[in-house]
Structures are given as structure tokens and as C-alpha cells.
């Protein structure tokens, strides 16, 4: 790969350099750990992963990490999996989150938006007092330390304080949306045995209410272990028989008590898509979170009490558990309820606009679909607080960046991070303090070494390869539910690299310290034997005015042979002609290579995608193999499953 773009498309000036709370924590770091004090962000991630147990003990300092038994050291068994982090330490998540309702209590904590897109304040104090009343009637149903409390809950204040509460008694969180049927939620609760299911009647989304209270029904008569169902009539209904209502549970004026659990005590379980069998259960810590997103929150995204921090997510995203944590930093959280595009593609920046937002996240699929659709940001909202613009969900494609430096502001921070649920973070992404260059992420994260590897395990710089991080991660998963062995864990990441985490991505690590992220590796495209990341051909064809969305797949064959079909998703009124046809191979042929033009190109009525918004590229790689359907996805993780069907019947032909 060569490097372009020896411009960076933005610059932070000495004054913001200046004030970033990452210049800040150097300078301290330097002077109290020995951290170096000149060289800039480079040499602070240097010190960050070669003095690893130094560098996570600075964290917890800078941060002020309340410790009720101290820790004997920062890091015991260093190996991965199995890292130990703070052994001997006890703390609490919650107690933290809550910590700025002792000087800030008449402040807002939440600002709740529905589709109206006006705005609802909750205050700190309101805040501590729900969580305090909630977390004692849970402990009257007698949760404990361990147990599993479930939601099944939109982006609403309820959420946060369901969570906090269940954190506080040292109970374990986990949270599906409710535009998840059935199927999929008992495919992941079921896992994990709750004893307590949050539950909304219904949800407001474009436009429409959607009654779920036959849904609920059947997840309290196939979840055994539920002692208790809490009813949150955001539709209005009546509590359901046997259920407890939520006004009843929060009306307490009452203190929260916080159980302080070790430092690796679980706090949430996140699932993995689960495309191709059940979603993975991961089991990450109290400490492990707290720690690691003081980190990216606090420096990484420069947020404080000051900021407004929106990211349009919903709760069966991992982006919903770090949005909550902003307000570890004491930053006011925007919860969104209601559809990105609704009542047009533009609503998004009208919710950034009228809550005031610093920081405002969303994903590369809808910045692109605001390109496509012609929006103007900065003409038609006042959009003076917004910051920075941070994407995630896919890599952010090189126009996405040119529009946003263009239609928001010229002196915009954009940030394309990227990470996993498997950590509830960030590998690489923002950093305030560095330039921003088209089509790559700044930098690797403080306390993450991440290199691009050959398949041999020798690095590479300015080259394609496998994402690895070669040192533990304080959020690293602690497990998977019932994987006792630690089998399914250690073939999910440590597998191809023993004692290293492999992530299942391309990137570039950049001569100049950035990273390019180029699509998943177990879905790679493989001509003639040069590699390439399907985010690559997305992100040339999508430019097409006629192409709303593409999916492309490479297919080794029994004769040796390699079959590269392009589908296209189009949009209203094109039609894949001979004309569109040539211009799709043409572009492909001059934005990228000859090697890259599909076998076929293939008109399809729509794009599968997993249930947060991920095209499905290896279950739909594995029904053109001839897998069956029942067998190449697991039908409950898919946005909409009939899709599926039209690839079924195309590899049927084709046998």
C-alpha cells in the first residue's frame, strides 16, 4: 500500500492541542510514572504498552478510581487469554458512573429524545435516586452478587437506571432492543438465565407504534428462572398480570447502596452476532470497563462535564453500553429512541443541534446515506457545539470523510473508530491531539498494541494484514457464559496466533502511525492471490448514484477456480442496464484494479444484515457453497431473513 493524502484534511490547532485532556495527563504522567514528556501522542502510546502495568496504574490515578480494598498489583498472570487485572482490588462500576450527582446534582445526567426530537432533562440527583430506590427492591427479590438481570428495553432513561441498579448490587446487566423478535432475544437471554426481565409494552419508530406485548409473553413462558418481570408502559398499557410496574420500584427516596465486587466481577454480557450459531455470551468486568472507558472516554474522546455526548445506538449494540459510560466522565448522555432517519434522513443532526451535542457518534452507513440523499449539516443546523463527528459499525470511506470536512465544518474532528463488542471498545481511533488523514483511523488506542501481522506473525507497516493486539486489555472478556474450558473463547480470538488476540480484520498500520481498516479477514477476497477487503469495492460502487447498497463475495471453487459475484441492491427507478454495468466495472477498474472487477454483477432485492446494521458477507459466502440455510445462518440474528432466500435459490441454479 502506498500512502496518500500527505495532507491531512485537518489539523487540531496549539490551542486545542493545548487543552485536550490527553496533553494533560502526559504532562502528569511524565512527571509522576515516568512517562516521556516530549514526542507527542507517539511516545505516550509507546510508554502506554511497553510499561503496561505502569501506564494502567496512572489511569486509575488520573481518574481518581475509588478502590475500597487495594490492589497487591496491576497485572498478575499477564497471559491471553487469562490476564489478571487488579487482583486483590474491589470497586464498583455504578458507584462511579454516579459520582458527579455529588457536585453536579441539579444538572442534567440524561437528555431523552423521542421521534419529536424535543428533548427531556434528567438531572444527576434524579438520577442517583432511581438507581437507589431500583437497586434496594432488587434486593428485596433477593438478586445477589452474579445474578442475571435482563432488559428488553429501546434507548430510554429506564435502560440506564435498570443497568446502574442491577451494577450496583453486583447483579450481571444484559439488554436486547425490542425490534428483536423472539427467537433472538431467547437465543441470547436463555444463555444466561435471568432472573429479572425489564420489559417495555411497545416502541415508537418511524412514526408507528409497535405493540410487543405478545413478544414479552413469550419470553416470560420461556425464560424458567424470571422471578420477577418489571412492566415500563412506554405505550401506556396496564401491567400485565404477575408483573411489577416500574413507577412502584423507582418512587423510593432512597441513597443507593453499592456492593463493592473484586475487580474482574462481571458486570454485563454482550453477545456476538451469532449469524452462524448461537451468539456468544461475553462476560466482561466492573473494573475492566471502568477502567478501560475512563480511558477512551476521558482522553481518547477529550469528554468532561462540560459535554453533551451523542451516539445514535440502540441496546443490542455494544455502542449503547459505551454511550452510558460517558457519564463515568461526567459528561451529559443523549439517549435517542426512535429511528435514524425519521422524520427524514436529516434527523440525526436536528437531535445533534437541539440537545447541544460535543460529541456526536453515528455510523458510516448513515453518513453516507446523508451524502447520497443530498443533506447540508451546516446550512439548514446550528451545529456550533459539534466537536468532533465520530463513525464506527464499518471503515468510514474516503468521501464519507470529504463530506463531513465539507457539508458540517472544515474545522472538524472526525473520528472513525473501530473495535468490537468482544472489548466494548476501541483498538484504534480517536485522538484529539493528531491530525486527521482521509480513509484512516488516527491512531491504536493508549495501552493497545496494535499491529497488522503476516500470516507467519511478523508485522507489517504500510501493508495489508491481520489485526492483532499482542498485550491483555483490561475489558478483554473474563469469558464466555458456559464455556467452562475457555475452549470457545480461546478459538474465537487466540487460535491462529497463540497468546495473541487476532481480531478477524484487515488493516494497514501506516508508516505515519495511522490505521486503515479494509473489512473482515474470514470474508476475504482472495484473486490470484492478492488479498483484498471488501469495504474497498463497497466504498468505490456506493459512489454510484444508482447503487443504494452492494455485497460482494469470493467463492473458491472444487476446480481450483474463484468466483467473485458483485450483488447490487439499486436505488428507486435505476435499472442495471448495460450502461450501469460498464460503469460499475469502470469504476472499479480505476479507483482500485483490474483484479478487483467482479465475475458477475447481480441484481439483488436487498442486502442482508446481522441485527446492528453489519452486512452478512460469510453466511451469505456459505449458502452459495450449498450450505443449507437452516445450517449457514442462524435465522434470529438477521435483520430480515427472506433476503436470504433469493441467494438460496440463485446457488440452487447455479448447482
Same mark, same amino acid.
Given at each position: 500500500?502506498?500512502?496518500?493524502?500527505?495532507?491531512?484534511?485537518?489539523?487540531?490547532?496549539?490551542?486545542?492541542?493545548?487543552? @485536550?485532556?490527553?496533553?494533560?495527563?502526559?504532562?502528569?504522567?511524565?512527571?509522576?510514572?515516568?512517562?516521556?514528556?516530549?514526542?507527542?501522542?507517539?511516545?505516550?502510546?509507546?510508554?502506554?504498552?511497553?510499561?503496561?502495568?505502569? &501506564?494502567? $496504574?496512572?489511569?486509575?490515578?488520573?481518574?481518581?478510581? +475509588?478502590?475500597?480494598?487495594?490492589?497487591?498489583?496491576?497485572?498478575?498472570?499477564?497471559?491471553?487469554?487469562?490476564?489478571?487485572?487488579?487482583?486483590? =482490588?474491589?470497586?464498583?462500576?455504578?458507584?462511579?458512573?454516579?459520582?458527579? =450527582?455529588?457536585?453536579?446534582?441539579?444538572? #442534567?445526567?440524561? !437528555?431523552?429524545?423521542?421521534?419529536?426530537?424535543?428533548?427531556?432533562?434528567?438531572?444527576?440527583?434524579?438520577?442517583? /435516586?432511581?438507581?437507589?430506590?431500583?437497586?434496594?427492591?432488587? /434486593?428485596?427479590?433477593?438478586?445477589?452478587?452474579?445474578?442475571?438481570?435482563?432488559?428488553?428495553?429501546?434507548?430510554?432513561?429506564?435502560?440506564?437506571? @435498570?443497568?446502574? @441498579?442491577?451494577? =450496583?448490587?453486583?447483579?450481571?446487566? %444484559?439488554?436486547?432492543?425490542?425490534?428483536?423478535?423472539?427467537?433472538?432475544?431467547?437465543?441470547?437471554?436463555?444463555?444466561?438465565?435471568?432472573?429479572?426481565? &425489564?420489559?417495555?409494552?411497545?416502541?415508537?419508530?418511524?412514526?408507528?407504534?409497535?405493540?410487543?406485548? @405478545?413478544?414479552?409473553?413469550?419470553?416470560?413462558?420461556?425464560?424458567?428462572?424470571?422471578?420477577?418481570?418489571?412492566?415500563?408502559?412506554?405505550?401506556?398499557?396496564?401491567?400485565?398480570?404477575?408483573?411489577?410496574?416500574?413507577?412502584?420500584?423507582?418512587?423510593?427516596?432512597?441513597?443507593?447502596?453499592?456492593?463493592?465486587? #473484586?475487580?474482574?466481577?462481571?458486570?454485563?454480557?454482550?453477545?456476538?452476532?451469532?449469524?452462524?450459531?448461537? #451468539?456468544?455470551?461475553?462476560?466482561?468486568?466492573?473494573?475492566?470497563?471502568?477502567?478501560?472507558?475512563?480511558?477512551?472516554?476521558?482522553?481518547?474522546?477529550?469528554?468532561?462535564?462540560?459535554?453533551?455526548?451523542?451516539?445514535?445506538?440502540?441496546?443490542?449494540?455494544?455502542?449503547?453500553?459505551?454511550?452510558?459510560?460517558?457519564?463515568?466522565?461526567?459528561?451529559?448522555?443523549?439517549?435517542?429512541?426512535?429511528?435514524?432517519?425519521?422524520?427524514?434522513?436529516?434527523?440525526?443532526?436536528?437531535?445533534?443541534?437541539? %440537545?447541544?451535542?460535543?460529541?456526536?457518534?453515528?455510523?458510516?452507513?448513515?453518513?453516507?446515506?446523508?451524502? $447520497?440523499?443530498?443533506?447540508?449539516?451546516?446550512?439548514?443546523?446550528?451545529?456550533?457545539?459539534?466537536?468532533?463527528?465520530?463513525?464506527?459499525?464499518?471503515?468510514?470511506?474516503?468521501?464519507? &470523510?470529504?463530506? !463531513?470536512?465539507?457539508?458540517?465544518?472544515?474545522?472538524?474532528?472526525?473520528?472513525?473508530?473501530?473495535?468490537?463488542?468482544?472489548?466494548?471498545?476501541?483498538?484504534?481511533?480517536?485522538?484529539?491531539?493528531?491530525?486527521?488523514?482521509?480513509?484512516?483511523?488516527? =491512531?491504536?488506542?493508549?495501552? %493497545?498494541? !496494535?499491529?497488522?501481522?503476516?500470516?507467519?506473525?511478523?508485522?507489517?507497516?504500510?501493508?495489508?494484514?491481520?489485526?492483532?493486539?499482542?498485550?491483555?486489555?483490561?475489558?478483554?472478556?473474563?469469558?464466555?457464559?458456559?464455556?467452562?474450558?475457555?475452549?470457545?473463547?480461546?478459538?474465537?480470538?487466540?487460535?491462529?496466533?497463540?497468546?495473541?488476540?487476532?481480531?478477524?480484520?484487515?488493516?494497514?498500520?501506516?508508516?505515519?502511525?495511522?490505521?486503515?481498516?479494509?473489512? /473482515?479477514?474470514?470474508?476475504?477476497?482472495?484473486?490470484?492471490?492478492?488479498?483484498?477487503?471488501?469495504?474497498?469495492?463497497?466504498?468505490?460502487?456506493?459512489?454510484?448514484?444508482?447503487? $443504494?447498497?452492494?455485497?460482494?463475495?469470493?467463492?473458491?471453487?472444487?476446480?481450483?477456480?474463484?468466483?467473485?459475484?458483485?450483488?447490487?441492491?439499486?436505488? #428507486?427507478?435505476?435499472?442495471?442496464?448495460?450502461?450501469?454495468?460498464?460503469?460499475?466495472?469502470?469504476?472499479?477498474?480505476?479507483?482500485?484494479?483490474?483484479?478487483?472487477?467482479?465475475?458477475?454483477?447481480?441484481?439483488?432485492?436487498?442486502?442482508?444484515?446481522?441485527?446492528?446494521?453489519? +452486512?452478512?458477507?460469510?453466511?451469505? $459466502?456459505?449458502?452459495?457453497?450449498?450450505?443449507?440455510?437452516?445450517?449457514?445462518?442462524?435465522?434470529?440474528?438477521?435483520?430480515?431473513?427472506?433476503?436470504?432466500?433469493?441467494?438460496?435459490? !440463485?446457488?440452487?441454479?447455479?448447482?
Amino acid at each position: 500500500m502506498t500512502i496518500e493524502n500527505a495532507q491531512p484534511l485537518w489539523q487540531p490547532d496549539p490551542q486545542r492541542i493545548a487543552d @485536550a485532556q490527553i496533553t494533560k495527563f502526559q504532562a502528569w504522567a511524565a512527571e509522576h510514572h515516568g512517562a516521556p514528556a516530549q514526542g507527542g501522542y507517539a511516545a505516550l502510546h509507546r510508554w502506554s504498552v511497553d510499561e503496561l502495568d505502569t &501506564f494502567w $496504574k496512572a489511569i486509575t490515578e488520573w481518574f481518581d478510581v +475509588r478502590f475500597t480494598s487495594p490492589y497487591t498489583r496491576v497485572l498478575g498472570d499477564r497471559s491471553m487469554p487469562g490476564a489478571q487485572w487488579f487482583p486483590g =482490588a474491589t470497586l464498583n462500576y455504578a458507584e462511579h458512573a454516579l459520582r458527579a =450527582a455529588e457536585t453536579r446534582a441539579d444538572e #442534567p445526567a440524561l !437528555l431523552h429524545v423521542d421521534e419529536t426530537h424535543e428533548f427531556r432533562p434528567v438531572t444527576w440527583a434524579e438520577l442517583r /435516586r432511581h438507581v437507589g430506590s431500583l437497586a434496594a427492591e432488587l /434486593r428485596a427479590l433477593g438478586v445477589r452478587p452474579g445474578d442475571r438481570v435482563s432488559g428488553y428495553l429501546p434507548n430510554i432513561p429506564q435502560a440506564v437506571v @435498570a443497568l446502574l @441498579a442491577t451494577a =450496583a448490587v453486583g447483579g450481571v446487566w %444484559t439488554s436486547c432492543a425490542p425490534d428483536f423478535g423472539a427467537r433472538s432475544v431467547l437465543d441470547r437471554f436463555q444463555q444466561i438465565e435471568p432472573v429479572v426481565l &425489564f420489559t417495555v409494552d411497545g416502541y415508537r419508530y418511524g412514526g408507528k407504534e409497535h405493540d410487543r406485548r @405478545a413478544v414479552v409473553t413469550e419470553l416470560r413462558r420461556e425464560l424458567p428462572t424470571l422471578r420477577a418481570v418489571v412492566h415500563i408502559p412506554l405505550l401506556g398499557t396496564e401491567a400485565p398480570e404477575g408483573a411489577l410496574d416500574w413507577s412502584a420500584l423507582t418512587a423510593a427516596d432512597q441513597e443507593p447502596v453499592f456492593e463493592q465486587v #473484586p475487580f474482574d466481577h462481571p458486570l454485563w454480557v454482550l453477545y456476538s452476532s451469532g449469524t452462524t450459531g448461537l #451468539p456468544k455470551a461475553i462476560v466482561q468486568s466492573q473494573g475492566g470497563i471502568l477502567v478501560e472507558h475512563l480511558k477512551q472516554l476521558g482522553l481518547h474522546c477529550d469528554l468532561g462535564p462540560g459535554d453533551r455526548f451523542f451516539w445514535y445506538t440502540s441496546t443490542g449494540w455494544m455502542m449503547w453500553n459505551f454511550l452510558v459510560s460517558g457519564l463515568l466522565t461526567g459528561t451529559t448522555v443523549v439517549l435517542y429512541d426512535g429511528s435514524p432517519g425519521y422524520p427524514d434522513t436529516a434527523a440525526q443532526w436536528r437531535i445533534a443541534e437541539r %440537545t447541544g451535542a460535543t460529541l456526536y457518534g453515528t455510523s458510516a452507513a448513515y453518513v453516507m446515506a446523508c451524502r $447520497k440523499a443530498g443533506v447540508h449539516p451546516s446550512r439548514d443546523f446550528d451545529l456550533s457545539t459539534v466537536r468532533c463527528v465520530a463513525t464506527t459499525g464499518s471503515p468510514l470511506p474516503p468521501d464519507g &470523510f470529504r463530506w !463531513l470536512h465539507d457539508e458540517v465544518r472544515d474545522d472538524l474532528w472526525i473520528a472513525s473508530v473501530s473495535g468490537g463488542t468482544d472489548v466494548c471498545s476501541c483498538f484504534a481511533g480517536a485522538v484529539p491531539t493528531l491530525p486527521v488523514h482521509i480513509g484512516e483511523l488516527q =491512531a491504536p488506542c493508549l495501552g %493497545t498494541d !496494535l499491529q497488522s501481522w503476516d500470516p507467519s506473525g511478523k508485522p507489517l507497516v504500510d501493508e495489508v494484514g491481520e489485526l492483532v493486539v499482542t498485550n491483555p486489555m483490561p475489558s478483554m472478556p473474563v469469558h464466555f457464559w458456559n464455556d467452562p474450558e475457555g475452549t470457545r473463547y480461546h478459538d474465537s480470538y487466540f487460535d491462529t496466533y497463540p497468546g495473541v488476540w487476532r481480531h478477524g480484520d484487515w488493516i494497514t498500520v501506516t508508516s505515519r502511525g495511522s490505521v486503515v481498516i479494509h473489512g /473482515r479477514s474470514d470474508s476475504t477476497l482472495n484473486r490470484q492471490g492478492v488479498r483484498m477487503g471488501s469495504a474497498d469495492i463497497y466504498e468505490a460502487v456506493e459512489r454510484l448514484p444508482e447503487i $443504494k447498497e452492494s455485497l460482494v463475495i469470493g467463492i473458491e471453487q472444487p476446480d481450483g477456480g474463484y468466483w467473485m459475484p458483485l450483488f447490487v441492491h439499486l436505488a #428507486p427507478g435505476a435499472v442495471l442496464d448495460d450502461a450501469l454495468l460498464g460503469r460499475i466495472k469502470q469504476t472499479i477498474r480505476e479507483q482500485l484494479s483490474p483484479r478487483h472487477i467482479p465475475d458477475e454483477i447481480i441484481e439483488v432485492p436487498g442486502v442482508p444484515h446481522t441485527l446492528t446494521g453489519k +452486512r452478512i458477507e460469510v453466511p451469505v $459466502k456459505r449458502l452459495l457453497q450449498g450450505t443449507p440455510l437452516d445450517k449457514a445462518v442462524n435465522p434470529g440474528s438477521i435483520d430480515n431473513l427472506d433476503l436470504l432466500h433469493f441467494y438460496e435459490d !440463485l446457488a440452487r441454479k447455479r448447482a
